[in-house]
């Protein structure tokens, strides 16, 4: 069965510090993987899509960076975190099959910038 | 440009009645439709889905009604339990495997015993 980490469970930060947010993925090979970001009440915005490693595709800009070094690991991070920064970040892999795609979340990331 | 829209925001049903959660969205190419739970604090669950070539899905007490005409959309949700309360996603996907699925804003359920 597949499982998917995301690390920390929750952070407290303040506005201009760095941030890193991790995701692994175990017993999917080579798994697409996304990260959504999700305000208080709000709906999923897709962030980044990575379907190989080494390979990040951004989907909107929000002064956030996304990497993927290995095959089931799946980075979020920046430099410089403002308000508008805090929210719910979801990661989450997929899987074709049936002519559709399924997403699969991880239990996310819970930001507040201070 | 929103191209998933749900309605109402928020729904309170008594246990034991039918929820009723609405979804319409504008992009003909989307053809398939999934419905994501979400309990506070958590990641969404995929909770059933159909694709355009269906007008009905069923999985239990959870029923898609489906209308490509009209591009329209309705999760039932009958003998409603207070499990059941959460909020509800409706989204939209096209036709490749790598598609953006679009989300809608979501429906709050909540069901009072």
């Known amino acids: 069965a597949q499982t998917i980490h995301q690390w920390p469970v929750a952070e407290i930060k303040a506005v201009g510090s760095p941030l890193s947010l991790g995701c692994t993925i175990k017993g999917k090979s080579s798994p697409n993987l996304y990260w959504y970001w999700q305000a208080t009440g709000g709906t999923l915005q897709q962030l980044f899509y990575?379907?190989?490693?080494g390979q990040v595709e951004s989907v909107v800009q929000l002064n956030l960076s996304a990497s993927r070094p290995k095959d089931d690991q799946f980075i979020l991070s920046t430099e410089k975190l403002l308000l508008s920064h805090s929210g719910f970040y979801l990661c989450?892999?997929?899987?074709w099959g049936g002519g559709a795609e399924t997403l699969y979340f991880g239990s996310g990331t819970r930001l507040t910038v201070l | 440009q929103q191209q998933v829209r749900q309605s109402p925001q928020s729904l309170t049903v008594w246990e034991g009645e039918t929820a009723i959660l609405n979804c319409s969205y504008e992009?003909?190419?989307?053809?398939?439709f999934p419905w994501y739970q979400q309990f506070p604090g958590e990641g969404p669950a995929l909770l059933i889905s159909?694709?355009?070539?269906?007008d009905k899905k069923e999985d239990g007490r959870f029923t898609i009604f489906f209308n490509k005409r009209e591009k329209k959309l309705s999760l039932h949700i009958t003998d409603s339990q207070p499990g059941d309360s959460a909020t509800y996603f409706c989204?939209?996907?096209?036709?490749?495997?790598?598609?953006?699925?679009?989300f809608g804003q979501g429906t709050s359920l909540s069901v009072v015993p």
């Open positions: 992009d003909s190419t989307f053809n398939y």
């Open positions: 989450a892999w997929s899987f």
């Open positions: 989204a939209a996907g096209g036709p490749s495997s790598f598609s953006k699925l679009v």
């Open positions: 159909i694709s355009s070539v269906s």
């Open positions: 990575s379907i190989t490693v």
